[in-house]
């Protein structure tokens, strides 16, 4: 068997979730559990949530019909899942028979649920466009078109919510421009007396530094995971990495001063050295430009990467020190003296954490704990 898996640590996503909670005390909880749970395994991860009984997550939410289906066919869970992604009317059938909730992103979406004469109750939420210049209804005719979809035989409001584009940034401007065109909204649609449903609209960074935004549910993605946002974000809730990226030693070579190691000769030995390879590479998501960047821990030690990552294996120094094969390694992880987390891998190259989970291949298997 491969030696390389990802452990995912469900303790640490139980324990981020709880905090999660905590910190936005009464209002309801939906999980995002899209992209196979930001690359943790949706599966295990939403059986370790609903373990929490009571605590469990009063919604779940994915990106697309298919993950959604996946979700319900697991028989896990009986909470309402929504879909963020807009809906085909070919998927609507399907939503119906996987009892799952599409969202309204658009006017034609609503014309085309009213021409479809609908016999079944069919629960929706409504994507309200206020800044974050993706998806949704604009907040401007807002009101009009969910007071016409509000009107639609069958169609029930379960929700509304909108999308932050800066709520993780220090500077909550932007972010606060977005709320108050989604709290007027709000307002308006109240005072007309629509059913509107739950409302909610705190991602993980708006739950971190903006409680004014939790309204009736917040929709925390990446800190269930265990990593903030971004690095300007309070740390106002506590975290805990969930994935931890495991490996071993496998071939072990001294080399003279003056050779070259993998692609490009990316690295050339200053003196006589040990190196070794670990077999993990671009393929299973460890991205080629962390080359010569990163290190790994082996028994509460750090060894530098060194040459060209390339797509099966990458290659580290040991200097005098000559290891053993087989001997485990962590890329991300925690010793005891030592941490790596994929904040640590986003900062070398400009990327962020959710990227570096999402990225581990499928080639990799998940191990739980
Ligand atoms: C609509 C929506 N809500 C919530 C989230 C969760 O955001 P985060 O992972 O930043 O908490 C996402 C993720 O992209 C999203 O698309």
């Known amino acids: ?47 370790a949530l609903q373990s929490l009984k009571n605590n469990r997550p009063d919604y779940y939410a994915v990106a697309l019909f298919e993950e959604g289906k996946e979700l319900r066919k697991s028989k896990i869970v009986d909470q309402p899942i929504l879909t963020f992604s807009p809906f085909t009317s070919d998927e609507l059938k399907e939503y119906y028979r996987f009892d799952l909730m599409p969202t309204i992103t658009n006017a034609d979406q609503i014309k085309q649920l009213s021409s479809l004469k609908l016999s079944k109750k069919l629960k929706v939420h409504v994507n309200i466009e206020t800044g974050m210049g993706r998806l949704g209804i604009s907040y401007k005719e807002a009101v009009e078109q969910i007071i016409r979809l509000s009107k639609i035989k069958n169609v029930v409001v379960d929700g509304i919510y909108t999308h932050f584009a800066t709520s993780d940034e220090k500077d909550k401007t932007y972010a606060n421009q977005q709320l108050n065109r989604f709290k007027k909204v709000i307002e308006e649609l109240k005072f007309q007396k629509i059913e509107i449903g739950k409302i909610h609209c705190a991602n993980s960074g708006a739950i971190i530094d903006m409680p004014e935004s939790y309204f009736d549910m917040v929709r925390p993605g990446i800190s269930l995971y265990g990593y903030y946002p971004s690095l300007e974000t309070s740390e106002s809730i506590k975290l805990k990495p969930v994935m931890s990226i495991i490996s071993e030693v496998e071939n072990v070579r001294k080399i003279k001063k003056g050779e070259s190691v993998s692609y490009g000769r990316r690295y050339i030995a200053k003196n ?18 962390l080359t010569n960047k990163i290190e790994c821990i082996i028994s509460d030690k750090k060894f530098k990467q060194i040459g060209t990552i390339t797509m099966d294996r990458l290659m580290f120094e040991s200097g005098s020190k000559l290891l053993k094969t087989g001997t485990n390694i962590q890329l991300l992880g925690k010793s005891k003296s030592y941490e790596i987390n994929a904040w640590d891998w986003s900062k070398l190259i400009n990327a962020i954490p959710y990227e570096i989970t999402c990225g581990i291949s499928k080639r990799v298997p998940r191990k739980y704990k």
């Open 1 to 47: 068997m491969r030696p390389t898996y990802a452990l995912i640590n469900l303790s640490n996503l139980k324990y981020n979730y709880l905090q999660i909670k905590k910190k936005v005390k009464n209002s309801k909880m939906m999980a995002v559990v899209k992209a196979d749970a930001y690359g943790h395994g949706m599966i295990k991860c939403v059986e």
């Open 272 to 289: 006589e050295t040990n190196i070794f390879t670990v077999p993990i590479g671009y393929a299973d998501g460890i991205p080629r430009n």
